[in-house]
């Protein structure tokens, strides 16, 4: 019985029950330590993937700025604007023949850019007939600090072609000013393989493939026999010929673009503002070098931020030609003068082949009076401009479309189109019902309208509506008590409810045709239309 009385209901021993007890618990530590361990190889894991995160993020940041661009946008105005405030020499310089030098240097530069790199590399406005032309449009453009040709232009040609879209426009303002102005030469973009495809496929490495196509074309010439042929093909090939030597300049200003930049930024402003200017050599490359250059940067780069910002207060955004893109016309004697010309750029990206930004004789633009002006000493041809028929018709079509999108918000009505055809014993059953005493019921031109609504607000009484209740007013509403305005046929058009079918419905699908016929072939023309803009055409 003592035995027995040691042993619980499960059959084990007090002594045996604490073994397992230890055991138990041997077991909950090893698990509980297993569980931390997991724990701790977890978070070990986490916290490598995160360093190894924050590793990358960091690689691909320092991969992703763009050195050269940064020494020239940010590093020199920098160090040019912390010498300014630490030594105080002023932000015009005291020497009248420094600042005299600093204003044409800075004329002189900004036009190679935006006549050589703008209108002539990037959209081909004009044609350079001598070389030394071309070589200052690669020289003096480079001393903005804004890349070589090649780099620049493809970029911009992006651009153009890719207006607005989030990953290939490289300028986009949807990001903000401060990338529209900055922040794309500073950083690379995430897509850099689409650009270099983008530029190789702009500007190919290997013109060889040109110059073979050039001599086989040229074999072809001395196989015709007519003149006429001959003289045509003799104008394809000098087209061929400046296309080729184009092509081989922009190649070598971007292999010797840094040397040109440091030329023309930094050399030549010091030498001529110590030998002619007398001044000092720290003058000559603050003023005409850094400090222009500086200057020269934000009026051009101002043309893809200030120029493509809705709503801006300094501006007043117009878009007389496309509103399906950002860029916009600011009509601010300001902001073109800031832009140097630049800020009519609406009218740039729908006709960029154009040598002018803007169609009006009068308006600012000094790239347009340069070009203009070497045309006329001989220096270029071929000069670029759209007809002025083909801006109206643009200015129309846009015009259109506004009123379009206005005139699809407001109420016209059911369309005569769709409405019910009532025979005319239906009509008057139904006006002379019961049911319907409280309302009134009209027929002009054999549209039946129900002008209940309207009695009360109607200058001519609502006895004088009873009156016509169930009947045509056609005569009364068109000169016989009251000759109407449009207002009040646009109003009445509101009120449609059917069409009388009298069996002779002529009169009635010649409204259909004049109302809907006009907007519905817009419609079509619209959604069918080959050309996205006017330059395209």
């Not at 530590?29 to 569980?35: E, P, S």
Request: proline share 4%; with cysteine; glycine share 4%.
């Amino acid at each position: 019985m003592s035995l027995k009385a040691n042993v619980n209901s499960s059959g084990v021993s007090p002594r045996n029950k604490k073994v397992l007890k230890r055991k138990v618990h041997h077991r909950d530590d090893n698990a509980a330590a297993g569980n931390n361990s997991q724990f701790l190889n977890h978070a070990s894991h986490l916290k490598a993937t995160h360093m190894n995160q924050m590793r990358k993020r960091k690689r691909d940041f320092f991969n992703r700025i763009n050195y050269s661009q940064t020494l020239s946008v940010v590093v020199l105005p920098l160090f040019a604007l912390i010498y300014l405030f630490k030594y105080s020499p002023g932000v015009i310089p005291e020497n009248a023949r420094t600042l005299t030098f600093s204003c044409i240097y800075f004329n002189f530069t900004i036009l190679a850019f935006t006549s050589g790199y703008h209108k002539c590399f990037a959209h081909n406005a004009f044609r350079p007939l001598f070389k030394f032309l071309q070589m200052y449009f690669a020289f003096f453009g480079s001393s903005l600090g804004l890349g070589s040709i090649k780099w620049w232009v493809s970029l911009h040609r992006s651009h153009h072609q890719f207006t607005d879209d989030t990953e290939r426009d490289p300028y986009l303002i949807k990001r903000g000013f401060t990338w529209a102005q900055w922040g794309w030469l500073i950083k690379k973009p995430k897509i850099v393989t689409f650009y270099e495809e983008f530029m190789e496929h702009e500007f190919p490495q290997e013109t060889q493939t040109k110059k073979d196509h050039l001599e086989a074309k040229r074999t072809l010439v001395n196989e015709v026999d007519f003149d006429e042929e001959y003289c045509d093909d003799e104008l394809e090939n000098l087209k061929n010929d400046y296309e080729i030597s184009v092509h081989e300049l922009i190649l070598w200003q971007n292999k010797y673009y840094f040397l040109f930049f440091l030329i023309s930024t930094i050399i030549i402003p010091m030498l001529v503002t110590v030998l002619i200017c007398k001044d000092t050599w720290i003058n000559g490359i603050l003023y005409p070098g850094i400090l222009r250059m500086f200057l020269c940067q934000q009026l051009i780069l101002s043309t893809e931020s200030v120029c493509h910002m809705k709503g801006l207060g300094v501006s007043i955004p117009m878009q007389p030609f496309n509103d399906k893109n950002s860029s916009q016309n600011c009509m601010n004697p300001l902001v073109s003068f800031l832009s140097y010309g630049q800020a009519l750029q609406n009218f740039h990206h729908e006709f960029p082949h154009d040598y002018r930004c803007a169609p009006s004789l009068y308006a600012f633009d000094p790239t347009k009076w340069c070009i203009w002006t070497l045309s006329k000493i001989g220096f270029v041809s071929e000069l670029c401009t759209t007809p002025k028929d083909l801006i109206t018709q643009l200015r129309i079509q846009q015009k259109q479309e506004v009123i379009n999108r206005m005139k699809s918000q407001l109420n016209w009505g059911t369309p005569i189109s769709k409405l019910p055809l009532i025979k005319p014993k239906e009509f008057k059953k139904i006006s002379a019902s019961a049911s319907h005493n409280n309302r009134i019921y009209i027929v002009i031109q054999n549209i039946i309208h129900d002008i209940t609504s309207f009695m009360d607000q109607h200058p001519g009484g609502v006895p004088l509506l009873k009156a016509s209740h169930g009947k045509d007013a056609t005569k009364a509403f068109y000169g016989g008590v009251y000759g109407h305005l449009t207002a009040a046929a646009n109003l009445l058009a509101t009120m449609r409810i059917g069409v009388l079918d009298v069996g002779n419905d002529e009169e009635v699908w010649k409204r259909v045709v004049r109302e809907e016929g006009d907007v519905t072939n817009e419609n079509e023309r619209h959604e069918n239309k080959l050309y996205r803009t006017a330059e395209a055409a």
